[in-house]
């Protein structure tokens, strides 16, 4: 009996990340690829991480990194001494933010999570707005897992597009990973969806090429 495969764990992702290098792309149904920028990810923070990892430190501690990845922003917030905790599916992206000393939990963002609704931040970065090919389901469970007052960190797409597609995941040497859906939403469309989640916007910057929003759940701070 064949066992079904996983995006982000039975496909190229999980090798890339446990060397550090790609190239990997998410190749599109239609043909045409995204480029995923693993050495960036796995290498230490750096550039526009640097504007975001300071709006963590104004943040009310403690901050969850969905879809952390590698760990370099678990890493570098530890090092900034914000309390932090990273959530992947990916196994190899769990043991190498523990490597790097970070905290890290192997689960899904839509499944049970520690501290729910105590977060006083949470970040989605490097295109994790995509996870589970719906924005507005993942804006709502993001800001289910916030305190109220609590606040959003996410990083849109650069052009103000708004779109839902299938994926595989795409090694350098031609192999796929299973399909998956996924989404790419700039801003506008973005804070369309987080006014619904009960998310409002109250701040957008860009740096290096990307673009971020900050989106603050209702409610006084605790």
Same mark, same amino acid.
């Given at each position: 009996?064949?066992?079904?495969?996983?995006?982000?764990?039975?496909?190229?992702?999980?090798?890339?990340?446990?060397?550090?290098? *790609?190239?990997?792309?998410?190749?599109?149904?239609?043909?045409?690829?995204?480029?995923?920028?693993?050495?960036?990810?796995?290498?230490?923070?750096?550039?526009?991480?640097? @504007?975001?990892?300071?709006?963590?430190?104004?943040?009310?501690?403690?901050?969850?990194?969905?879809?952390?990845?590698? @760990?370099?922003?678990?890493?570098?917030?530890?090092?900034?001494?914000?309390?932090?905790? @990273?959530?992947?599916?990916?196994?190899?992206?769990?043991?190498?933010?523990?490597?790097? *000393?970070?905290?890290?939990?192997?689960?899904?963002?839509?499944?049970?999570?520690?501290?729910?609704?105590? !977060?006083?931040?949470?970040?989605?970065?490097?295109?994790?707005?995509?996870?589970?090919?719906?924005?507005?389901?993942?804006?709502?469970?993001?800001?289910?897992?916030?305190?109220?007052?609590?606040?959003?960190?996410?990083?849109?797409?650069?052009?103000?597009?708004?779109?839902?597609?299938?994926?595989?995941?795409?090694?350098?040497?031609?192999?796929?990973?299973?399909?998956?859906?996924?989404?790419?939403?700039?801003?506008?469309?973005?804070?369309?969806?987080?006014?619904?989640?009960?998310?409002?916007?109250?701040?957008? !910057?860009?740096?290096?090429?990307?673009?971020?929003?900050?989106?603050?759940?209702? *409610?006084?701070?605790?």
């Amino acid at each position: 009996m064949s066992v079904a495969a996983d995006a982000w764990v039975d496909d190229p992702f999980a090798e890339a990340v446990r060397t550090g290098r *790609g190239p990997l792309w998410l190749r599109r149904e239609d043909g045409r690829r995204i480029p995923l920028d693993v050495e960036r990810w796995c290498a230490p923070a750096a550039g526009a991480d640097h @504007g975001l990892l300071l709006r963590c430190t104004r943040l009310t501690a403690p901050v969850v990194d969905l879809g952390c990845g590698p @760990g370099r922003l678990v890493a570098a917030l530890l090092g900034l001494g914000v309390p932090t905790l @990273g959530v992947d599916i990916t196994g190899t992206a769990v043991a190498r933010t523990r490597s790097l *000393g970070g905290p890290a939990l192997r689960r899904s963002v839509f499944e049970r999570l520690p501290a729910e609704g105590r !977060w006083g931040g949470a970040l989605l970065a490097d295109g994790n707005l995509g996870i589970g090919g719906d924005p507005g389901l993942l804006l709502g469970r993001s800001a289910e897992l916030l305190a109220p007052g609590g606040v959003l960190l996410v990083e849109v797409e650069p052009q103000d597009i708004d779109e839902r597609i299938t994926v595989r995941v795409e090694s350098g040497d031609g192999r796929f990973g299973p399909p998956f859906a996924w989404a790419r939403c700039g801003a506008t469309a973005t804070v369309r969806r987080a006014e619904r989640a009960g998310l409002v916007e109250t701040e957008r !910057w860009s740096s290096h090429g990307r673009r971020f929003l900050a989106l603050r759940r209702a *409610g006084r701070p605790r």
